[in-house]
């Protein structure tokens, strides 16, 4: 297996609870998150997610979509969201927030192995490639919240 560790940052002109509540409503990020085409709920957990279980499909700029399950494990108002992925990658996401005089900081840890033979055997030589996809995802999703919030993206940094 592959194994990826990614992180990005966005921050973003637009108050702390609504970037948390966009992100925290994941059945609608197909609607403005473009990399993102189908969230399928299995379970929606307790009062705040934990436990909930959805089904994800990417599709990045790159000819191929991956689909995984993703089960949240933590979360914590206004602070953090965390989730198990399963499926053709194996591992975790967690979404950081913040906010800083009226910008909200979003950090996403991606720590993940890919699952399908084909990535893991051209992964040696593909593995720009497929960090450069998933920061093109993410700033897509970056650009969609700014424009479905009418905020300014102040900027999107990936490491």
């Known amino acids: 297996m592959a194994e990826f560790h990614l992180v990005t940052e966005w ?32 379970d929606p957990g307790d009062v705040d997610g934990i ?12 000819p191929y979509r991956l689909t995984f399950d993703l089960r949240v494990t933590r979360a914590v108002p206004l602070s953090l969201l965390e989730g198990r992925a399963s499926g053709e990658v194996e591992g975790v996401g967690r979404w950081r927030f913040s906010n ?8 996403y840890e991606w720590h993940v192995c890919t699952n399908r033979l084909w990535m893991n055997v ?3 030589i593909a593995r720009p490639l497929f960090k450069w996809n998933h920061d093109q995802v993410m700033r897509q999703g970056a650009e969609g919240m700014a424009r479905l919030l009418n905020a300014r993206l102040v900027s999107l940094v990936h490491s």
């Not at 921050?11 to 399928?40: F, M, N, T």
């Not at 800083?100 to 950090?107: A, K, L, N, P, S």
């Open 100 to 107: 800083d005089g009226g910008v909200t900081m979003v950090r």
């Open 51 to 62: 436990g909930s279980l959805r089904r994800f499909t990417w599709r990045g700029r790159l």
């Open 11 to 42: 921050r973003i002109e637009a108050p702390l609870a609504q970037v948390c509540d966009v992100i925290s409503h994941c059945l609608y990020w197909p609607q403005w998150w473009k990399g993102v085409e189908k969230v399928e709920e299995f």
């Open 122 to 124: 051209i992964a040696p």
